[in-house]
């Protein structure tokens, strides 16, 4: 693994793709949600919404990250929709798919004016959908629900989870605690397709075999191996990047986002954060670091769980 995904291990996920996952499994998954599109600057945005059948519900927006899809929450829908405790709070559930990815539409050619029209349209439709107020609470997957949740222009927005690289000269403080000190390991993907996201968008376009390694890479070494991910969840996401032909135009993320979607600056702080840090997520946001750019009201450290952690520990 220190040189990339291993032969049999890519190997035994190409043995599953061909011999076991079903396609109609898959159908079967996204069929569970009820699916809509909202037009935002030209592009038709996808997301799923659930209804809690509970009356004192309020909106929550869950956005994923790369390489995800909206599945990646199947886990907590009912948790937090219909929680078996009374006392427990419930949602309404707004999880759109990022522009791009899967089954929105791609980005268009002025990203910044997108973004925008994505903090606004979310504004307006979270409300809608949950029939109230907006005191949302959101999450980013790998750093790229960030421009969603950090600019939000709705000063209800409570909380949202911030994960951000630690700087090298803070690295040191840090190392006892989480996983040794080796966060910029696994980095080197994500240098190359900021710098390059149509180069590797194009070779891996209709390459399923490709797009099982890149993917499948990511979901090994970005885990809790203590308690990897069954093959069939990793070959859903390359599956649905490969028949929706989406990889590419989902890489150019990295692009837009290297050259400044975001327009927080340190020292902003945009409304109340709790924050949830899993010890094996490759990106870590310390706690004393982390209130330097928010209102942080609420931090854990959870002892399992990485960088997909609605699908590695749900509760």
Not at 186 to 198: D, E, I, K, L, N
Not at 221 to 250: Q, R
Not at 265 to 285: C, E, V
Request: hydrophobic letters at 35%.
């Amino acid at each position: 693994w220190k040189r990339g995904i291993t032969l049999a291990y890519l190997s035994s996920l190409k043995r599953y793709w061909e011999e076991e996952w079903s396609y109609a499994r898959l159908l079967e998954k996204l069929e569970r949600y009820r699916h809509y599109t909202v037009e935002i600057e030209e592009v038709d945005v996808q997301f799923v919404h659930v209804r809690s059948p509970r009356e004192d519900a309020v909106p929550l927006l869950l956005c994923h990250g790369w390489p995800e899809k909206v599945l990646e929450f199947q886990k907590v829908v009912k948790p937090l929709s219909e929680p078996d405790e009374p006392a427990a709070s419930a949602f309404h559930l707004v999880i759109p798919s990022l522009a791009g990815f899967i089954f929105s539409g791609p980005q268009p050619l002025e990203p910044r004016r997108y973004w925008e029209g994505v903090q606004y349209a979310y504004d307006g439709e979270v409300p809608r959908l949950g029939r109230q107020q907006l005191p949302s609470t959101v999450r980013g997957g790998c750093g790229y629900g960030r421009p969603v949740l950090v600019d939000w222009h709705d000063p209800q927005l409570r909380d949202d989870v911030l994960r951000e690289p630690v700087r090298p000269r803070r690295m040191a403080s840090y190392a006892k605690t989480w996983q040794g000190g080796n966060q910029c390991l696994p980095m080197g993907y994500s240098v190359f397709t900021r710098t390059a996201s149509t180069t590797v968008g194009y070779a891996l376009y209709d390459s399923p075999l490709g797009t099982l390694s890149w993917i499948g890479e990511k979901y090994h070494g970005w885990v809790d191996n203590n308690h990897p991910l069954p093959l069939e969840e990793i070959v859903d996401t390359a599956a649905l990047y490969h028949l929706k032909g989406t990889f590419h135009t989902s890489a150019l993320t990295y692009y837009e986002n290297r050259h400044g979607v975001s327009t927080r600056l340190p020292g902003q702080k945009h409304g109340k954060t709790a924050i949830s840090a899993f010890r094996y997520d490759i990106l870590y946001s310390p706690e004393r670091w982390s209130k330097r750019f928010a209102d942080v009201v609420f931090y854990k450290c959870h002892p399992a769980g990485g960088h997909f952690a609605a699908l590695e520990q749900p509760e």
